[in-house]
């Protein structure tokens, strides 16, 4: 799973998110790493809805535009499941390694 | 803003998504308007900004992974642009095969080369371009799809470096617009969203267009009919197994060589092998294609 795929379903798993708020919400997710053009946006879009990750919610107008939202599947909140898991263990394995050094595994953030 | 209120910034968008196949623009373009013009408010903007040109990039990116679609990336793509996908993939990797044919050729000749001093000005650095279409074959079928487009760049580096030397322009093209246009299918076909293709059977059709330039490379000359016998033979199976996309494919093929020909017929330069070559040729190129009856599957 791409990490762009990961944060939009992240940002889709606390509540169904429209275009808009799905950028807004990986950029926070990603502390301003990632900001998500419209083009990347929706080819992540596409490929969650037609691996059954993702689907269609319902449509608002705001201000005269159209604002679709789209929501996690069962199986994208598995996927999102089955993905933490493996990231956690690579963290878990990087954690050891470094507590091994001597190093801590966290620097904190000035 | 116009009588309608639209912006210029709006009409300026509107007119990049243009770039996206209709059938998905009809469905997405209000969303993704609405989108772009979220966080640009301002008046002096909405008259004379521009699209970034990262979000051009993103949406050109787009276009092509929808014009030549990969049916498992999408929903409710229209068969033609899973078809158009599908053939423009198997030309890049018709390409690349001949490239690998090449190659084969190019390792016999130079180690020919190499013991005999007649032929020692044969022999320069640059000429290691020319494997460049084996590594991406090998890259390709790896799932690397960067080293494989960069690999495949080497021919068309050589093609444009040798464009002068050569005086003639028949051989240059017969052998350099198809490195060119394998290059560009394999740029555009094989986008983040394509499938990997299949390595098991693909590795034979490599393995033997290797094996054909290896000893294609001691009979100078006869490549190129060799090459359009193969591509008829691939062309009458296309046919009897119904494959759509191969058929499609090699016809294409068929036409990229066919294209010097053409040119230099109507030049009026003669050639003993010109004429049996472009027989074969267009026999390839129009024979027919069973239509397909279902949309291509999808891996």
């Known amino acids: 799973m791409s990490e762009q795929a990961f944060l939009v379903l992240t940002a889709l ?35 969650l809805v037609a691996d059954g990750l993702a689907e269609r919610d319902r449509e608002e107008v705001h201000q005269g535009r159209l604002r679709r939202y789209y929501k996690l599947t069962d199986s994208g909140v598995r996927a999102l499941q089955a993905e933490v898991a493996r990231l956690s263990a690579n963290v878990r394995a990087a954690s050891a390694v470094l507590r091994g050094r001597g190093v801590q595994p966290w620097t904190s953030r000035a | ?25 009809q469905d997405r373009e209000e969303e ?35 014009h030549l679609a990969a049916g498992a990336a999408l929903t409710n793509v229209p068969a033609k642009a899973m078809w158009r996908g599908e053939i423009v993939r198997a030309l890049g990797m018709i390409g690349l095969l001949l490239g690998v044919f090449y190659a084969g050729a190019a390792i016999t000749s130079l180690s020919v080369a190499y013991g005999n001093p007649e032929w020692a000005p044969e022999i320069t650095w640059w000429r ?34 040798t464009v002068g030397q050569s005086g003639h322009v028949f051989l240059w093209g017969v052998f350099q617009l198809p490195a060119i246009v394998t290059f560009l299918c394999l740029c555009l076909g094989f986008h983040r969203e394509a499938p990997t293709p299949p390595a098991r059977r693909l590795l034979w059709w490599g393995g033997g267009a290797l094996l054909l330039g290896l000893l294609g490379g001691f009979a100078t000359g006869t490549g190129l009919l060799a090459i359009a016998l193969i591509t008829l033979v691939v062309r009458v199976v296309a046919f009897v197994r119904g494959d759509f996309v191969l058929g499609r494919a090699v016809s294409l093929f068929a036409l990229l060589q066919l294209a010097p020909l053409a040119f230099l017929l109507v030049g009026g330069e003669v050639l003993v092998l010109a004429l049996p070559l472009a027989v074969l040729l267009v026999l390839c190129a129009v024979a027919p294609v069973r239509k397909p009856s279902a949309r291509p599957r999808v891996s």
């Open chain 2, 128 to 161: 290691v371009l020319e494997l460049g279409p084996i590594v991406a074959f090998a890259a390709l079928l790896t799932g690397r799809r960067t080293l494989a487009k960069v690999a495949a760049f080497a021919p068309v580096v050589l093609a444009v470096a």
């Open chain 2, 32 to 66: 993704m308007v609405g989108l772009f013009l979220a966080d640009r408010s301002d008046d002096l903007d909405l008259e004379h900004g521009w699209p970034g040109w990262g979000e051009a990039a993103a949406m050109l990116g787009l276009a092509v992974r929808t």
């Open chain 2, 1 to 25: 803003m116009d009588e309608q209120g639209v912006s210029k910034l709006e009409r300026r968008y509107r007119r990049l998504l243009k770039v996206l196949p209709k059938w998905y623009r």
């Open chain 1, 13 to 47: 798993a606390e509540e169904p998110l429209h275009g808009y708020a799905i950028v807004q919400a990986v950029e926070q997710l990603s502390e301003g790493r990632m900001v998500l053009r419209v083009g990347t946006l929706y080819g992540v879009l596409d490929r």
